[in-house]
């Protein structure tokens, strides 16, 4: 809500709103990213289910009919993994706006280079049993990586959850914008372990699939004017009754 919006809004509720902002962009951005990543998972999950109905081929026979029965067993079996990987991963709705890149390149960072160059055009591609293993593998991978990640969003949705509900205790213990007489040190050392607990929950966290181990918070909340939610949210309220505290 804009500061216009918010000029008629009692004093107490345009101080809560003007709080509690960053945190709702911020559940706003996780549901977006979960439902992203979800869809992820299902498009692998289907994506397996179609390399797994492909064809192996083994060593070529010597026989010159036998070899060109093989080449055009191998090029079909290349054809249906790259058709099934534009048909599952690609064609998330959201593909274009978050990757945008070419199939092969897509499959490199995904899954690994040594896959990606197998699948090109030009590789001429053994689809051998050890081939489409090692696929499968680095498709379980990613699959896991998203079930992984999405727990990580839950954490992450839970602390800020958590932190809201602190936060609003606060609010609710307010007078208009003013600290309760005798109330100062207590609401700054609470907005404190607010802080404190918020930071706790940063470590031991993984990489996201697409962070390549940046810090969570600066990748999920590139878009916004904050990288912080929890704690852009603490030095508004101190920094809303700061002067006023009695």
């Not at 109905?53 to 036998?66: D, H, K, L, M, R």
């Not at 058709?83 to 274009?96: P, Q």
Request: glycine share 4%; charged share 30%.
């Amino acid at each position: 809500m804009s500061d216009a919006e918010q000029v008629d809004l009692p004093p107490e509720e345009s101080l809560r709103r003007h709080v509690l902002a960053p945190l709702a962009t911020a559940e706003s951005v996780l549901e977006q990213e979960y439902e992203e990543l979800e869809a992820e998972r299902r498009a692998f999950e289907q994506f397996r289910g179609r390399v797994a109905a492909v064809e192996t081929v083994s060593t070529p026979s010597a026989a010159p009919a036998t070899r060109a029965h093989l080449r055009e067993v191998r090029s079909r079996a290349a054809e249906r993994v790259r058709c099934a990987y534009r048909e599952t991963v690609m064609s998330v709705a959201h593909y274009d706006e978050v990757y945008g890149e070419s199939l092969i390149e897509n499959i490199a960072a995904e899954l690994s280079r040594d896959i990606a160059a197998g699948l090109r055009r030009d590789a001429h591609l053994q689809f051998t049993p050890f081939f489409k293993r090692t696929l499968l593998t680095a498709v379980a991978s990613a699959i896991d990586q998203r079930k992984t990640f999405c727990d990580i969003l839950d954490g992450e949705r839970d602390s800020l959850t958590q932190s809201r509900d602190r936060l609003l205790a606060i609010l609710n213990e307010l007078e208009g914008v003013r600290v309760p007489a005798g109330l100062g040190v207590d609401f700054m050392d609470t907005l404190d372990e607010i802080a404190r607990d918020r930071q706790a929950t940063f470590a031991g966290r993984t990489a996201s699939p697409r962070t390549d181990g940046h810090d969570l918070c600066g990748y999920l909340y590139m878009d916004c004017d904050w990288t912080y939610p929890v704690l852009t949210a603490v030095t508004r309220l101190r920094g809303a009754v700061n002067g006023v505290v009695t």
